[in-house]
């Protein structure tokens, strides 16, 4: 893990969700010396991450009220994207003049999503996240593999990319940030809800037949993806399957590590579905 610094006058930064990605995050960022607030709906007793064999606290700011915060310079919306609206109260205190929002979700429409909830003229960040973390319990994150963030190039990624200087997350600034989220998406689409559904880990895509459920489902989205002037085809499907066969048996994905009877789960195939009707290639699938 990164070893804590120290700054002068540390940037303040709001972590809103305490998840496996919004508690992994808050970490690290408070490690590398940023002034960090982890916003939450039930109090926490404290926040410790599990990484390599080791375990360390995070001594993050714990906050529960969004009627008592006060603005920050950066937020980092980490909730699922179903629960979006139910951050606005955070996102209406948090964000002042000249403050922005990394949003670190999965899916498409980050932009869309967030811009009713903040401020006029609020600057937005979507982000496409790399982390492979499950949330064991409130407060306490096991980090898997990788801690990148993939941001659309511009002045806001220059500053996140600044922001986050040696806190071990690993900010990627790129030219086509369409296909970029589309090709995340890609690696959740199919994962995500098989595993979820079926109460599996990553080892139930050695099965053939599964490993062909999972083609089909992806040459479905990658037909709505092109539509929507994503750079996708074959190679980004053989890419996802080798993937899925590569992963660890136990491994499991972020929507299987958070099932639960009645959890909602459907919302990036949901958005795929959303997308195809607009653009005239709407999956067959219900």
């Known amino acids: 893990m990164p070893q804590e610094s120290r700054a002068a006058a540390p940037a303040r930064l709001a972590v809103i969700g ?49 009627a008592r915060a006060t603005p920050v310079d950066w937020v980092l919306l980490t909730t699922k994207a179903q629960d979006t609206a139910g951050a606005e109260g955070w996102l209406r205190r948090l964000c002042g003049p000249g403050a922005a929002v990394a949003v670190l979700q999965n899916g498409v429409g980050q932009e869309e ?17 790399y982390i492979s973390a499950e949330r064991l319990a409130p407060g ?20 996140f990319a600044a922001l986050l200087s040696g806190s071990g997350l690993q900010v990627h600034r790129v030219p086509d940030f369409i296909t970029a989220v589309w090709r995340k998406l890609f690696t959740n689409l199919a994962a995500n809800p098989l595993t979820a559904l079926l109460q599996q880990r990553m080892g139930v895509f050695a099965d ?48 299987s590590y958070t099932a639960s009877p009645g959890a909602r789960w459907s919302m990036s195939s949901s958005r795929v579905r959303w997308c195809g009707r607009a653009n005239g290639t709407a999956s067959r699938r219900r």
């Open 113 to 129: 999503r967030v811009a009713p909830l903040v401020p006029e003229g609020t600057g937005i960040l979507p982000t496409v996240v």
């Open 18 to 66: 305490a998840g496996a990605i919004g508690g992994y995050t808050a970490a690290l960022a408070h490690w590398a010396g940023l002034d960090v607030t982890l916003c939450v709906r039930a109090p926490l007793d404290g926040l410790t991450v599990e990484s390599g064999g080791e375990a360390r606290a995070a001594a993050v700011r714990i906050a529960t009220d969004p």
């Open 208 to 255: 053939p037949g599964m490993a062909r459920l999972s083609r089909d489902l992806l040459r479905e989205a990658a037909a709505v993806a092109r539509a929507e002037g994503a750079d996708l085809g074959e190679e980004d499907i053989a890419r996802t399957l080798e993937l899925y066969a590569a992963a660890p048996p136990d491994g499991g994905s972020s929507m």
């Open 140 to 159: 306490r994150i096991r980090h898997h593999v990788a801690s990148e963030l993939h941001v659309p190039e511009g002045p806001l990624a220059d500053r």
